[in-house]
């Protein structure tokens, strides 16, 4: 069965440093999403990217995040400098006709 | 905005026991409703979900049902095994444009015991 698969599992990473959280969606779907839950809380919607632009994003996705498509097949996060509170589990999903898959996720923490 | 408020756990339970995990929404339209399940170390899968009033979504013996007048997805199985612990978000997505972004609540854990 085709999956979401995420690189790094974990990534540790200090402050003020730019990180790079990869992504590989199944492979004939279209969106491509990023969520994060920081430790006790609620699963955040990030943004949304659907022919190579960003469709929606929240309040969170702001200047210090970008997302890129780069070959076709991998879809990245980036932060540009990393704050404590960026600490998380990031997860990427994908959708093809309706339902969203998720990724195991990558969990970043910020020293 | 949209929001999704579901039961604090942990939730402990004996094998054979009945589940409900409760889940209230709030919502300006008529959002779709989900319930996805997350098994230690993996993503969150879908379990099951329901796009309008009184649907009643079902998967591996998992039920919820859409109840607009209560504005609730509770989410409820007979008979619970070990296999089923992990951790349960419901979810809401507003709108039936595909692309919309999911809105979860903050996840109940179900651990069973044998």
């Known amino acids: 069965e085709p999956e979401v698969t995420q690189t790094p599992s974990h990534q540790v990473t200090q402050m003020g440093q730019e990180v790079i959280l990869r992504c590989v969606p199944i492979?004939?779907?279209?969106?491509f999403y990023w969520y994060r839950q920081i430790l006790g809380q609620k699963v955040e919607f990030l943004v949304s990217?659907?022919?190579?632009?960003?469709?929606?994003k929240s309040e969170i996705f702001d200047d210090q995040f970008s997302v890129e498509r780069p070959d076709g097949s991998n879809f990245t996060l980036k932060i540009r400098s990393t704050k404590l509170e960026d600490s998380a589990m990031y997860f990427c999903?994908?959708?093809?006709?309706?339902?969203?898959?998720f990724g195991p996720g990558t969990r970043l923490t910020v020293t | 905005g949209d929001s999704v408020t579901q039961m604090e756990g942990p939730v402990t339970l004996s094998e054979e026991a009945f589940l409900t995990i409760n889940c209230t929404y709030t919502?300006?339209?008529?959002?779709?409703l989900f319930w996805y399940v997350q098994y230690p170390g993996e993503g969150l899968q879908l379990l099951l979900k329901?796009?309008?009033?009184?649907d009643k979504g079902s998967n591996k013996g998992f039920e919820a049902t859409y109840r607009k007048e209560t504005t609730s997805f509770h989410l409820e199985k007979g008979s619970v095994q070990v296999s089923d612990s992990a951790v349960y978000f419901c979810?809401?997505?507003?709108?039936?444009?595909?692309?919309?972004?999911?809105?979860f609540g903050k996840g109940t854990t179900l651990s069973v015991s044998s």
């Open positions: 999903a994908s959708m093809g006709s309706y339902e969203q898959y």
């Open positions: 492979s004939n779907h279209l969106y």
């Open positions: 990217f659907y022919n190579n632009e960003i469709s929606e």
């Open positions: 919502a300006t339209g008529y959002p779709s």
């Open positions: 329901a796009t309008k009033a009184d």
């Open positions: 979810a809401l997505s507003e709108g039936n444009q595909a692309g919309t972004a999911l809105i």
